[in-house]
């Protein structure tokens, strides 16, 4: 059973409140921050609602879950809202015997963490015809088990991707560690803006390297404070209270 469009509205009018005091604390404007939509903990209809109420950027973390998604939402009773075209993301890891699948659905892609990997959109996509806008996943927590290149590794790593001609590097992607406080995330997501900073001062990606992908439900704030432009958000948008 969905929340409510009800509710996602109020929900969503609260966020984005919440990104406007974010952006006037640190002197940007919210136009500067697009809301990304991570579907997992809604419905068919919750993501519709969400549509018609103007979020027209929506994500999964798993590629089987991202193509169900898309297939839902393409084949309910009067196909997509007809609010905005949907873009949709993948922004949780991916193997690389996902990526054939993942392309058929989304252009943009989060969480890429090797050369390997990059290398393999680069091909598939020249297959079909296609260009990928990708980003480069950082550990900038530098935990152990959580993917994402190291830090030290992401701007060898950007100079790469920008040499493979079927996709185009448009931001870094990283995540606070798992538990962690707002504030205690605030490291991790300077960290990456002063590595994004480096990579915009020697012109790596040119003008396309353009997106901070960071912040959750949890953090989001704190993330667009150090300079996020995408915050990727899912549990505040379908919470019931």
Do not use: Y
């Amino acid at each position: 059973m969905g929340v409510g469009k009800e509710l996602i509205a109020c929900n969503l009018r609260r966020i984005r409140q919440e990104i406007e005091a974010a952006c006037d604390r640190c002197g940007r404007s919210p136009g500067e921050v697009t809301l990304v939509a991570v579907t997992k903990s809604g419905d068919l209809q919750d993501i519709r609602d969400l549509v018609e109420l103007g979020v027209c950027d929506l994500a999964e973390s798993r590629p089987q879950q991202l193509i169900q998604r898309v297939r839902e939402l393409e084949g309910c009773p009067g196909g997509p809202p007809a609010a905005a075209p949907v873009r949709w993301h993948m922004v949780g890891h991916l193997q690389r015997n996902k990526v054939r699948h993942v392309l058929e659905v989304s252009r943009i892609i989060h969480s890429v963490d090797s050369l390997r990997l990059a290398e393999d959109i680069n091909t598939r996509c020249d297959r079909m015809g296609i260009r990928a806008d990708i980003m480069i996943e950082v550990n900038c927590s530098n935990e152990p088990q959580k993917h994402g290149c190291a830090v030290a590794a992401a701007a060898h790593l950007a100079e790469l991707v920008c040499t493979l001609p079927q996709v185009r590097l448009v931001g870094l992607m990283t995540m606070a560690s798992l538990g962690e406080q707002a504030e205690q995330a605030r490291a991790a997501f300077a960290r990456l803006r002063e590595i994004f900073d480096e990579m915009r001062h020697h012109h790596v990606g040119d003008a396309h390297l353009a997106h901070l992908s960071m912040g959750m439900s949890g953090d989001f704030c704190v993330a667009i404070e150090e300079g996020a432009t995408m915050v990727r958000i899912g549990t505040a948008l379908f919470e019931r209270s």
